[in-house]
Antibody, heavy 120, light 112 residues
Framework: EVQLVESGGGLVQPGGSLRISCSASGFTFSISPIHWVRQAPGKGPEYVSTISTKGSRAYYADSVKGRFTVSRDNSKNTLYLQMSSLRVEDTAVYYC?????????????WGQGTTVTVSS | QSVLTQPPSVSGAPGQRVTISCTGSSSNIGAGYDVHWYQQVPGTAPQLLIYATNNRPSGVPDRFSGSKSGTSAALAITGLQAEDEADYYCQSYDSRLSGSWVFGGGTKLTVL
């Protein structure tokens, strides 16, 4: 079964840092584009970041550029998102998502999400 | 303010047909990029419903269909059922933005 499991969320103060993880199973992680998407309470999903399969290229939404860093460890089938200089507006459920094979880049597989709360 | 605009809510009685619109611009839907649709039941992750405008993943009933014209897309649901009550989101790619993937703000479907 294809599965993505996020972890590492929690409560952090504004200006603080946090690293969340996404553990993958059931597919060949090393050749699969994986993205981070977040959803603030009561809002629609928002794209956050992508990393290339070998980890050589990373892409970020303008809202997180310069503050978030995405990485992956293909030997551990794990994706990471290092978040720093966190703001109240970064409060959201963070999902890792996998594109479906043959689905024209649609996000077929979603993890259950991990909640990040930025508050003093 | 989402890049893709959806109505906040729609409603319909069981058995009826409803449509949900998704309005974009020349840098996303109007540029010919694919439109995908997701269904989200509160408390759960979004689930892919329609990909590449009008294709259904395995397991999605044919009551769900999509279309696209110009800078807009639409999701149609026929034979409305109580279990269809959920939030629906459209998604596309935007050539102007560094992050590229954009979503609509979502539409709450209420089955009366």
């Amino acid at each position: 079964e294809v599965q993505l499991v996020e972890s590492g969320g929690g409560l952090v103060q504004p200006g603080g840092s946090l690293r969340i993880s996404c553990s993958a199973s059931g597919f060949t992680f090393s050749i699969s584009p994986i993205h981070w998407v977040r959803q603030a309470p009561g809002k629609g999903p928002e794209y956050v970041s992508t990393i290339s399969t070998k980890g050589s290229r990373a892409y970020y939404a303008d809202s997180v550029k310069g503050r978030f860093t995405v990485s992956r460890d293909n030997s551990k089938n794990t994706l990471y998102l290092q978040m720093s200089s966190l703001r109240v507006e970064d409060t959201a459920v963070y999902y890792c998502v996998k594109e479906g094979d043959g689905y024209n880049n649609a996000f077929e597989i979603w993890g259950q999400g991990t909640t990040v709360t930025v508050s003093s | 303010q989402s890049v893709l605009t959806q109505p906040p809510s729609v409603s319909g009685a069981p058995g009826q047909r409803v449509t949900i619109s998704c309005t974009g611009s020349s840098s996303n839907i109007g540029a010919g990029y694919d439109v995908h649709w997701y269904q989200q039941v509160p408390g759960t992750a979004p689930q892919l419903l329609i990909y590449a405008t009008n294709n259904r993943p395995s397991g999605v009933p044919d009551r769900f269909s999509g279309s696209k014209s110009g800078t807009s897309a639409a999701l149609a649901i026929t034979g409305l059922q109580a279990e269809d009550e959920a939030d629906y989101y459209c998604q596309s790619y935007d050539s102007r933005l560094s992050g590229s993937w954009v979503f609509g703000g979502g539409t709450k479907l209420t089955v009366l």
